[in-house]
């Protein structure tokens, strides 16, 4: 097990390099350079010059990527433009409400995709596989931002069920232990702080799991009938073996490793996919602090991103590897 972490840890080495230099790039590949870029229509010879010099891209191309490496090492992920604060320090205020909300819209996909495609598989040809089929495409095709606002316009504005945006009631005094809003109120005994944080999650939580749950279902039901179909288990049914025991044992653990993987993607996608989401429901994560990024050309705050990101979707690789090794230990002996 230990063998194949670090094999693994040491492939992200050269990826995160590569796209670090990428970044690097593509800052100063800008139109006019990124000192025209961040300032846009301010864009004077006079300040450009002063950006310039300010943020060191008036010294030699190596020297300005060798700096640059040095502080991404320090943790320095550079100062937001439109807030004046580190980087690093603006996600870490941010990112426990993309994690409640990518939590919630998780176990949407995985508590509602596995079983639909687990039934869609088991009754495959009849009306429920047909229902589950239809479900998963519209899963897929409907925007994300355009399910959002219906969700928000039907269940919060119409039927008031819902919170329509925001993370928590600004009424409601809650204290903050950990930044994560429902696990505070659950530490310090303020459940109504806890239940209406719950609350706010629940439509974009629903939102932002939707494209997974229905990838999720296909491949289920996919992985579900290529296994059902084995010759082991046929020898299984042939044996006498319960129905129960076969679809634990043999189908549904060998069914997963598939899965397993588009989950881990799909994790990925859900953090770096809650722009559209977090900007609908005005909750304040690090999507919404991203878009805002992007309209006032925020580069540090966007290459920060995009790194974070990276080293996000590495680390979610190296659990995916870590599970294959669980479920099948075949994978430890190769």
């Given at each position: 097990m230990l063998r194949l972490i670090g094999k693994r840890v040491a492939l992200l080495v050269p990826t995160l390099f590569g796209l670090s230099l990428l970044l690097f790039l593509w800052v100063r590949s800008l139109p006019g350079g990124p000192a025209?870029?961040?300032?846009?229509?301010?864009?004077?010879?006079?300040?450009?010059?002063?950006?310039?010099?300010?943020?060191?891209?008036?010294?030699?191309?190596?020297?300005?990527?060798?700096?640059?490496?040095?502080?991404?090492?320090?943790?320095?992920?550079?100062?937001?433009?439109?807030?004046?604060?580190?980087?690093?320090?603006?996600?870490?205020?941010?990112?426990?409400?993309?994690?409640?909300?990518?939590?919630?819209?998780?176990?949407?996909?995985?508590?509602?995709?596995?079983?639909?495609?687990?039934?869609?598989?088991?009754?495959?040809?009849?009306?429920?596989?047909h229902v589950?089929?239809?479900?998963?495409?519209?899963?897929?095709?409907?925007?994300v931002f355009f399910l959002a606002f219906i969700l928000k316009y039907v269940f919060a504005v119409e039927l008031g069920w819902f919170p329509p945006d925001g993370r928590?009631?600004?009424?409601?005094?809650?204290?903050?232990?950990?930044?994560?809003?429902?696990?505070?109120?659950?530490l310090t005994g303020e459940f109504d702080a806890s239940g209406d944080a719950l609350m706010h999650l629940v439509l974009p939580g629903i939102a932002l799991g939707t494209i997974p749950l229905a990838?999720?279902?296909r491949i289920t039901r996919a992985s579900v009938l290529e296994v059902t179909g084995a010759d082991y288990v046929r020898t299984a049914r042939a044996k006498g073996l319960s129905s129960g025991l076969i679809r634990d044992r043999f189908v549904l653990r060998?069914?997963?490793?598939?899965?397993?993987?588009?989950?881990?993607?799909?994790?990925g996608l859900l953090i770096s996919g809650?722009?559209?989401t977090e900007t609908v429901f005005a909750f304040a994560g690090i999507g919404n602090f991203l878009a805002d990024a992007?309209?006032?050309?925020?580069?540090?705050?966007?290459?920060?991103?995009?790194?974070?990101?990276?080293?996000?979707?590495?680390?979610?690789?190296?659990?995916?590897?870590?599970?294959?090794?669980?479920?099948?230990?075949?994978?430890?002996?190769?």
């Amino acid at each position: 097990m230990l063998r194949l972490i670090g094999k693994r840890v040491a492939l992200l080495v050269p990826t995160l390099f590569g796209l670090s230099l990428l970044l690097f790039l593509w800052v100063r590949s800008l139109p006019g350079g990124p000192a025209t870029a961040l300032l846009g229509e301010r864009a004077t010879p006079e300040r450009v010059a002063e950006v310039n010099a300010a943020y060191g891209f008036d010294r030699p191309i190596l020297e300005q990527y060798v700096t640059y490496i040095g502080r991404l090492l320090s943790g320095d992920f550079g100062v937001s433009i439109q807030t004046g604060r580190p980087v690093l320090e603006e996600f870490a205020n941010r990112f426990p409400a993309t994690i409640e909300l990518t939590i919630v819209a998780l176990i949407v996909a995985i508590g509602i995709g596995i079983p639909l495609g687990y039934l869609s598989a088991k009754y495959y040809g009849k009306a429920p596989d047909h229902v589950a089929v239809v479900v998963s495409l519209l899963g897929v095709t409907i925007p994300v931002f355009f399910l959002a606002f219906i969700l928000k316009y039907v269940f919060a504005v119409e039927l008031g069920w819902f919170p329509p945006d925001g993370r928590q009631d600004p009424r409601i005094d809650a204290t903050d232990v950990t930044g994560f809003a429902v696990l505070d109120g659950l530490l310090t005994g303020e459940f109504d702080a806890s239940g209406d944080a719950l609350m706010h999650l629940v439509l974009p939580g629903i939102a932002l799991g939707t494209i997974p749950l229905a990838i999720i279902a296909r491949i289920t039901r996919a992985s579900v009938l290529e296994v059902t179909g084995a010759d082991y288990v046929r020898t299984a049914r042939a044996k006498g073996l319960s129905s129960g025991l076969i679809r634990d044992r043999f189908v549904l653990r060998n069914a997963l490793l598939p899965v397993v993987t588009t989950i881990g993607l799909q994790l990925g996608l859900l953090i770096s996919g809650a722009v559209l989401t977090e900007t609908v429901f005005a909750f304040a994560g690090i999507g919404n602090f991203l878009a805002d990024a992007i309209f006032r050309r925020d580069f540090p705050v966007l290459q920060g991103f995009i790194l974070f990101i990276a080293i996000l979707y590495a680390l979610i690789n190296l659990l995916v590897d870590i599970s294959y090794s669980i479920i099948d230990p075949r994978v430890r002996v190769q």
